[in-house]
């Protein structure tokens, strides 16, 4: 015989059900926090094992043409750097990716515009759904 076993919460001494979507979302949120954080971690030790900012991309690349490591670092770092700054304002998130999505998709780049539009898509709020005088 097979049983399901739901998750529960006690709030006050009584059993609640925890819905699989929400402890899918709160688990999958912890996931990424973590990896954020770990990210962190690993850049700082990255940056303490080279000294210098500006030696990180050989480090990453010691066997290629320096020349063509800094070239494609000296456009890698603006893109990250802008990518965080999007990042810190989530209330302009969903719409700077939504419009990134429609300038890529009408220059004919359907991969880089579906990412941008999941993006612009994890980041927008969740729908009112009452309309003014509380109609839905």
């Not at 690349?61 to 770092?77: E, G, K, Q, Y």
């Not at 750097?81 to 990042?87: D, E, M």
């Not at 989530?90 to 998709?105: V, Y």
């Amino acid at each position: 015989m097979t049983t399901t076993h739901t998750p529960t919460a006690t709030a006050g001494g009584t059993a609640a059900a925890v819905a699989p979507a929400a402890a899918d979302q709160a688990l999958a949120e912890k996931c990424t926090s973590h990896a954020a954080y770990l990210a962190g971690l690993i850049a700082a030790g990255m940056l303490e094992a080279h000294a210098r900012p500006d030696q990180l991309p050989t480090a990453l690349f010691p066997d290629a043409d320096p020349d063509l490591v800094r070239a494609v670092w000296d456009i890698a770092l603006p893109v990250g750097y802008h990518a965080g700054l999007t990042a810190a304002q989530p209330r302009w998130t969903a719409d700077t990716l939504t419009r990134a999505h429609d300038q890529l998709a009408r220059a004919g780049y359907a991969a880089m515009a579906h990412l941008a539009a999941r993006s612009a898509n994890t980041h927008r709020p969740a729908a009112d759904t009452h309309r003014a005088g509380g109609h839905p």
